[in-house]
Structures are given as C-alpha cells and as structure tokens.
C-alpha cells in the first residue's frame, strides 16, 4: 500500500509515474484504479517454459525443485480481474519492444 500511497500522491500533483509491481492483492488494485486520474494496469505474461530458460539469476532453479518465496512457484499469483492491457513476452527482445509501444498508443495513456 506504500507504493500506491506515493503514486496517489504524485499523481494528485499532476506527476506521471510508471511502477512495477507484483500486485497480487486485488483490493489494492480495485483501490489504484479508484483513485489515480490516468491509471493503467499493464499484465506482462510469458511461458513458464521460457520463463525458466531466461532465468539468469535462478529464482526458479528447476521446474522439479521446490522453491521458498518465489510469486508464481510456491507463492500464489492471482492474476488480476481488470487489465487495461496484456503484453506477451514469449519471444524476443526486439519484439517485446514493439509491443511496448502498444502502451504509448494506447488513447488512456497521455505520457507527454
């Protein structure tokens, strides 16, 4: 709730901000939507497959192996019920780029 709280706050002040988050408590973001101007709720999704391959710093180790305090392993994630929009990260980089700039075209989102 702390992180919403600050970008409640530069929001009123007329501040845009871009925050990433696992956000996994509905309720805070039924609250996020409520009260900021502009907010736009971005889900990225990828393959658990790929999801393991790129994982450089090896939060999820092997798909075998149980693992302690990792969202989407042994940490339940709910995806939200209200997106504003769904980018899927199934390939590469320069790919993923172009589907970024899905969020500037977007007509809710005025970054400038």
């Known amino acids: 709730m702390l992180i919403s ?3 409640f706050l530069l929001d009123k002040n ?3 901000v871009v925050v990433s988050t696992i956000s996994i408590f509905h309720k ?3 609250w996020n939507r409520k009260k900021m ?3 736009f709720d ?4 990828v393959k658990k497959d790929l ?5 450089k710093k ?3 180790f092997e798909k075998k192996i149980k693992n302690k305090n990792v969202v989407g392993e042994d940490i339940n994630f709910n995806y939200p019920k209200k997106v504003d929009l769904v980018i899927y990260n199934n390939s590469t980089k320069k790919i993923f780029f172009k589907n970024i ?4 075209k977007s007509k809710k989102i005025n970054f400038f």
């Open 5 to 7: 709280k600050l970008v």
């Open 14 to 16: 007329k501040i845009n």
């Open 28 to 30: 805070l973001l039924k």
């Open 37 to 39: 101007k502009n907010y």
């Open 42 to 45: 971005i889900l990225i999704k």
């Open 51 to 55: 999801l393991y391959k790129r994982d």
């Open 58 to 60: 090896k939060k999820y």
């Open 101 to 104: 700039n899905k969020i500037f």
